[in-house]
């Protein structure tokens, strides 16, 4: 099976930009989750989506969506992005059937803001 | 609240030198739980899982109910153990992350 893949690896923005990151699931993994991860604060969870609803969410104001798609495909969106967004974004994927929560990860994309 | 912690950011330990990466859990039920490593330039993966009781790379990790542990072990540290661990608990339907420990074998 292929793995879970993250477009773009690598972005630039300036602040108040806004910017669109693209995660294809593991085929058949119905839960994706979005995380920030930075050297200072380890790896923070910010929304999971189940069969295109949301089911989890962490402590991230409202610039911070996603969604997903009926084929699992997931985006997240950050608006009027700030300094403080430099990060890696990491996408998981998940059966999350039968008890299973173990997470698939991807590559990530190195979001940068100047 | 559920929470899962690793007190140790960095750890550095010699090369043959046993290693053991703290992490404590809270909660009341019965969790589910991992140890995730991120190797440099590599994408984060899971190492090993509670429920599985195996030895990956060498590495073990008992889950301790009374005091709610799950720390993982090595006997001999290896230089290629150098990476990032990460616990996680994962119940109803929700997984969570502690915040990481670096480990950094000496040669």
């Known amino acids: 099976k292929a793995g879970v893949t993250q477009t773009p690896r690598y972005l630039i923005k300036t602040r108040g930009q806004q910017v669109t990151l693209s995660c294809s699931p593991i085929?058949?993994?119905?839960?994706v989750s979005w995380y920030q991860q930075t050297p200072g604060q380890g790896l923070q969870f910010l929304f999971e989506?189940?069969?295109?609803?949301?089911?989890n969410k962490g402590n991230f104001p409202g610039r911070f969506s996603g969604r997903q798609f009926s084929n699992s495909r997931s985006e997240m969106n950050v608006s009027t992005l700030e300094l403080g967004d430099s990060a890696l974004y990491l996408c998981?994927?998940?059966?999350?059937?039968?008890?299973?929560?173990?997470?698939?990860f991807g590559p990530g994309t190195r979001l940068t803001v100047t | 609240a559920q929470r899962v912690t690793q007190p140790e950011k960095l750890l550095s330990v010699f090369k043959g030198a046993p290693v053991e990466l703290k992490c404590n859990y809270s909660?009341?039920?019965?969790?589910?739980l991992f140890w995730y490593v991120q190797y440099s330039r590599q994408r984060l993966q899971l190492l090993l899982r509670?429920?599985s009781r195996e030895s990956i790379k060498g590495f073990t990790a008992d889950l301790n109910k009374g005091e709610t542990s799950f720390h993982l072990k090595k006997p001999f540290a290896q230089e290629e153990d150098s990476a990032m661990y990460y616990c996680?608990?994962?119940?109803?339907?929700?997984?969570?992350f502690g915040k990481g420990t670096r480990l950094h074998i000496l040669p």
């Open positions: 998981a994927s998940s059966p999350s059937t039968g008890g299973s929560y173990e997470q698939y």
């Open positions: 085929s058949g993994h119905r839960s």
């Open positions: 989506y189940f069969s295109e609803t949301q089911r």
């Open positions: 909660y009341s039920g019965s969790p589910e």
């Open positions: 509670h429920i």
């Open positions: 996680a608990l994962a119940r109803d339907d929700k997984i969570i």
